[in-house]
T-cell receptor
Framework: QKEVEQDPGPLSVPEGAIVSLNCTYSNSAFQYFMWYRQYSRKGPELLMYTYSSGNKEDGRFTAQVDKSSKYISLFIRDSQPSDSATYLCASPMGARQLTFGSGTQLTVLP | EAQVTQNPRYLITVTGKKLTVTCSQNMNHEYMSWYRQDPGLGLRQIYYSMNVEVTDKGDVPEGYKVSRKEKRNFPLILESPSPNQTSLYFC???????????????FGNGTRLTVT
């Protein structure tokens, strides 16, 4: 079992929709959680990070962590075509830096 | 501009022909790492380096070598490439690493390698 599991999608939504992207993790030692966004033909870039449980909001994006159920979510409000990308959840593990989910491919249709 | 630069972006080679993918960062980062990205498997770590002359295996190190002789450079070497190493490769760097660290990883734009 992978330590971070993510539904690969693809997910297709109309412009303006609320998008929910989700991950589950199995390692209780994970403390930080991150969301990376990867556009086609580009490397991933950090979108948001959050520590422990609760919500963190940044503009149209909200990251949510539920440690009791080991569930990580990213919500995108008023989604735009420019949000079309692959979204990867991740968490630091030991000295290796990050363990990644497999990514969810999102397309926002105009 | 702060960046991680990988070269080449695309590479097609034949089985057994040694190749090197270069990686350079201009942010004075201590930590550097190589990942491969495959459909359905996501990003898997090949090797990482905590600092100059300090390297260690990641999750999928077989068939790869690395070196860290200078802080800014972290080349990935395939001594005898095989078709199962056909993949998209990413180099990444950050100030620090480790559990509890929120130092973000900065990625290059990838090298698409095809081994026939």
């Amino acid at each position: 079992q992978k330590e971070v599991e993510q539904d690969p999608g693809p997910l297709s939504v109309p412009e303006g929709a609320i998008v929910s992207l989700n991950c589950t993790y199995s390692n209780s030692a994970f403390q930080y959680f991150m969301w990376y966004r990867q556009y086609s033909r580009k490397g991933p870039e950090l979108l948001m990070y959050t520590y422990s449980s609760g919500n963190k909001e940044d503009g149209r994006f909200t990251a949510q962590v539920d440690k009791s159920s080991k569930y990580i979510s990213l919500f995108i409000r008023d989604s735009q075509p420019s949000d079309s990308a692959t979204y990867l959840c991740a968490s630091p593990m030991g000295a290796r830096q990050l363990t990644f989910g497999s990514g969810t491919q999102l397309t926002v249709l105009p | 501009e702060a960046q991680v630069t990988q070269n080449p972006r695309y590479l097609i080679t034949v089985t057994g022909k040694k190749l090197t993918v270069t990686c350079s960062q201009n942010m004075n980062h201590e930590y550097m790492s190589w990942y491969r990205q495959d459909p359905g498997l996501g990003l898997r770590q090949i090797y990482y380096s905590m600092n100059v002359e300090v390297t260690d295996k990641g999750d999928v190190p077989e068939g790869y070598k690395v070196s860290r002789k200078e802080k800014r450079n972290f080349p990935l070497i395939l001594e005898s490439p095989s078709p199962n190493q056909t993949s998209l490769y990413f180099c990444a760097s950050s100030f620090t690493s480790g559990q509890g660290s929120n130092s973000p990883l900065h990625f290059g734009n990838g090298t698409r390698l095809t081994v026939t």
